[in-house]
C-alpha cells in the first residue's frame, strides 16, 4: 500500500514538472514575437467576396498612448496583397488593398474616435482604451476580392503586413516631442496560402 502512495506520488510529481516546462515554453515562445505581428488571420467567403479576418498585436507602445493623450493622433496603414499560385511562380497580383485605421482622443470629452472606413463608413466610439486598441487592431470581414474573379481548386497566397506610424508632425514639435520618432513600426509580411 505504502508502495502505490510513493508510485502514485511520482507520477504527480512527474506530471507536475512536464505541464511547467510545456507552459514555460508557450510562455517563452509567445515572448518571442515582442514586436508588432499579426494573429487569428483568417481567409474566408461569402456570397459574393473572399473575407479577411485578422487582429493585429503588440501594435501600441506606452509612448503611442501617451501622445495620443496629448492629442497625437494614431494612424496604422494596412496593405493585403492576393495572388495566384501557378508552378512555384506567381502570377501578376489579382487584388492589393491599402487601407488605414486611425485613432483619436478628445481630452476634454474623455473619449477615443475610431476610424475603420474599409469595414463601416461611420466612425466607432468608446471610452475606454482597451476597447479602442480593440477595434484599432481588428481587421473584421474585409471584402477583398469577389469570389467570380477567383479560379476553383486553385492554389492562392494572401499577403498582410502593417505600418505603424505618426501623423507628419511641424519640425518644432518633434523636439517638444521627442519620442514621435519611435513610432515608424512595421509588421513582417504575414503570409497565408489556400485553395479555393
Request: proline share 4%; glycine share 4%.
Amino acid at each position: 500500500m505504502e508502495a502505490k502512495k510513493t508510485f502514485l506520488a511520482l507520477v504527480l510529481f512527474i506530471f507536475f514538472c512536464i505541464s511547467l516546462s510545456i507552459t514555460d515554453a508557450v510562455r517563452s515562445a509567445d515572448t518571442q514575437i515582442s514586436g508588432p505581428h499579426f494573429t487569428d488571420i483568417i481567409v474566408t467567403t461569402s456570397d459574393t467576396h473572399l473575407l479577411l479576418f485578422g487582429e493585429l498585436r503588440n501594435s501600441l507602445t506606452n509612448e503611442m498612448i501617451e501622445g495620443l493623450h496629448s492629442g497625437i493622433p494614431i494612424q496604422f496603414s494596412f496593405f493585403v496583397e492576393l495572388k495566384k499560385i501557378e508552378s512555384s511562380w506567381f502570377s501578376g497580383d489579382l487584388n492589393n488593398i491599402e487601407f488605414s485605421h486611425s485613432l483619436t482622443y478628445d481630452t476634454l470629452k474623455q473619449i477615443y474616435t475610431i476610424e475603420t472606413p474599409e469595414i463601416s463608413k461611420k466612425n466607432h466610439t468608446t471610452t475606454s482604451l482597451d476597447e479602442a486598441k480593440t477595434l484599432l487592431n481588428e481587421i473584421n470581414g474585409l471584402e477583398f476580392i469577389r469570389l467570380d474573379e477567383l479560379e476553383p481548386d486553385q492554389p492562392y497566397r494572401l499577403r498582410i503586413k502593417a505600418e505603424l506610424y505618426k501623423k507628419t508632425l511641424p519640425l518644432s514639435l518633434h523636439a517638444v516631442i521627442p519620442f514621435v520618432s519611435w513610432w515608424d513600426l512595421k509588421t513582417d509580411w504575414h503570409t497565408v496560402e489556400f485553395i479555393y
